[in-house]
């Protein structure tokens, strides 16, 4: 059995096949954790786990650091919605508020901090910060209040992030207070998180970073959790790559249009290039490889570490 602890199958992206996903998903003996990145998606999420109603099925609720201030659509999440196109949304707690109180909510996120996309001028540039630390911070007391572990999307601002983590008491009253999903800081900045108690997610981006390769290296084996990230980040596949196609060439295209930590272009993740919860064992075959470990004892550990981590079984 493997946990798959990030995958949004209840993205606009699966809206065709569905089920079919689902279902080979559950064949494969994998679970799955469906976070929401704004009030729609964390619905959604909340909703199709409920009434799919099986034990290895779950959601997480949150406002992600992308949707705080005005974005691009990504129809791969909602669909082409026009009035999605300039959304901005506040952080609304009332609305957060009654999802978590369903038994499918295992946390919050995904929230954090994502300083990709900032503005170019210095005024623009704090207000940017500045939102998506209030709707960070307030998501942190939300999860607290709840005793809800964090799923934390973090993108070149995990200095930040350290920084607020350090000063609110979810640390020091939550263990473990949650993981740091598709882990892209430096080692020393890994030190600090695993000193707090955090757990790190490892999706495809391992075989396409070296510096996430090294973080997979350092971390112990008891603080890896597994994750795809689906639809986005397939990793490399090549015995399913199309015939017509070179395995190398469909591995690079697979990471530049769909990576939200690459050069991303949102909206494009195409059929073929769409990650799922099945391929997750390449994941896991790639850290048992960096840590010369077998498969099994990363399924094992990597099972284990998802059900501490939130406090389920992930059991029929
Ligand atoms: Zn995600």
Partial sequence: MLVDTHAHLHFHSFRNDREEVIKRTLDEGISFVMPGIQI???RAGVELAEKLNDSRIYASIGLHPIHVNKDRVDEDEVGPLEKFTTREESFN????????VSPKVIAV???????????????????????????????????LQYKKPL?????VAHDDMLDILKNHPIVTKLQPPGVVHSYTG?????????????????NGLVFK???VEDAVAQAPLERIVLETDAPYLLPPLPAVAPAS???????AKSFDDGAR??????GQVKDTERNEPIFIKYTAQKIAEIKGLTFKEVEAQTTKNAQTLFGVEFKI
């Fill in 40 to 42: 729609d998606t964390s």
């Fill in 93 to 100: 707690r009332g609305a957060y508020e009654e999802l978590i």
């Fill in 109 to 143: 996120g995904e929230i954090g901090l994502d300083y990709w996309r900032k503005p170019k001028t210095t005024a623009r540039k704090k207000e940017f910060v500045r939102r998506q630390k209030d709707a960070f911070i307030s998501q942190l007391d939300l999860a």
């Fill in 151 to 155: 799923i934390l999307h973090c993108r």
């Fill in 186 to 202: 430096d080692l020393e900045q890994l030190k600090k998180f695993l000193d707090m108690g955090f757990y790190i997610g490892v």
């Fill in 209 to 211: 970073l070296p510096f």
């Fill in 245 to 251: 196609q070179e395995p190398q060439s469909y591995v």
């Fill in 261 to 266: 930590n690459g050069s991303a272009k949102e």
